[in-house]
């Protein structure tokens, strides 16, 4: 339980309010149908792409593994906020407890910045294949990879914790009401009773340090892939190479582009109907449009597929 204070009083309570998406019952009810069928989509759509490299003895390279890593890394991410956005649309209520909300802030922002080591790991597997092909399979063993793998996990979970416990240790005042469908930073430390511009400036870094860091990686890898691509003499070959680094280059830009709008650009003071959709677009849609942006464009993955789907 946490005091929340205000200029006449000061009392105890359970929770915040999230507002979510205000409308009238009907639309509620509409909303909650939508999403959960997005929900499940996104966890059968990942959980396929998971099962297809289980099965598949052709799929068991460094490539496919990371991508199995990813699906199931996306299931959780969407899992830390839409069960919670469902419960929200068929309540009256929509409390959150003050456990819940920075559980979930935690986690959400703990899972996207695993997600951002994953995109970074996966980028540099690419390099490696087109880059070296020759010494890939000495480079990329599957030793390397279960190291990179837990490294994702093990970066992510520990980038948040001191900023989000100092967050929970403040005073909030006035309205616990927050304008948005999961608990963000920005509009927790709206709440507080005093600015923390302090805490402002390190959050900021320490997001803008996530976001830049395995950004530029990225962006580097794909600079001497592209390098080596047009060095390629033939068509064939430069078609297949731009296949295998498409599918992961359009994720890549999906993430990146919303998260970066949303928290790293001059007017990140954006709008709470603007916070709601952006926000909405990295931690939702695109968790369910990966699998089908990776299945589409990859024979072997639609071929595995194919066989789950026909046993």
């Not at 830390?80 to 986690?107: H, R």
């Not at 837990?150 to 309205?175: D, K």
């Not at 402002?200 to 892939?225: A, D, H, K, N, R």
């Amino acid at each position: 339980m946490k005091t929340f204070s205000s200029p006449n009083n000061s009392s105890t309570i359970t929770g915040f309010i999230l507002l979510g998406f205000p409308c009238p019952r009907e639309g509620q009810i509409l909303l909650f149908v939508l999403f959960f069928i997005v929900y499940l989509l996104t966890l059968m759509g990942n959980a396929s792409i998971i099962s297809a490299v289980c099965w598949d003895q052709k799929l068991h390279t460094p490539m496919y593994l990371l991508l199995a890593n990813f699906s199931f890394l996306e299931i959780w991410y969407v899992t830390s906020t839409v069960p919670n956005m469902l419960a929200n649309f068929l309540s009256d209520t929509k409390v959150i407890s003050f456990s819940g909300c920075f559980l979930q802030f935690y986690f959400f922002f703990s899972l996207g910045s695993t997600e951002c080591f994953f995109l970074a790991v996966m980028a540099f597997d690419r390099y490696l294949a087109i880059c070296r092909p020759l010494h890939y399979p000495a480079l990329m063993t599957g030793r390397l990879c279960n190291i990179l793998v837990i490294s994702c996990w093990v970066l992510g979970f520990l980038w948040f914790p001191v900023p989000i416990i100092i967050i929970s240790q403040m005073s909030f005042c006035g309205s616990r009401i927050i304008d948005h469908f999961l608990c963000d930073p920005g509009p927790l430390l709206a709440l507080a009773c005093s600015r923390a511009p302090l805490m402002e400036v390190f959050w900021t870094i320490i997001t803008s340090l996530i976001l830049f860091i395995p950004f530029l990686f990225i962006m580097g890898s794909y600079t001497l892939v592209l390098r080596a691509v047009f060095r390629v003499p033939s068509r064939d070959g430069q078609k297949k190479a731009f296949s295998t680094c498409g599918s992961h280059l359009t994720v890549v830009l999906l993430f990146y582009g919303s998260v970066m709008i949303m928290y790293v650009s001059p007017t990140s003071e954006h709008e709470a109907g603007m916070q709601k959709l952006v926000t909405l677009f990295y931690s939702v849609v695109t968790p369910l449009l990966n699998p089908v942006i990776y299945s589409l464009r990859n024979k072997d993955m639609k071929y595995a597929l194919q066989k789950i789907l026909r046993t």
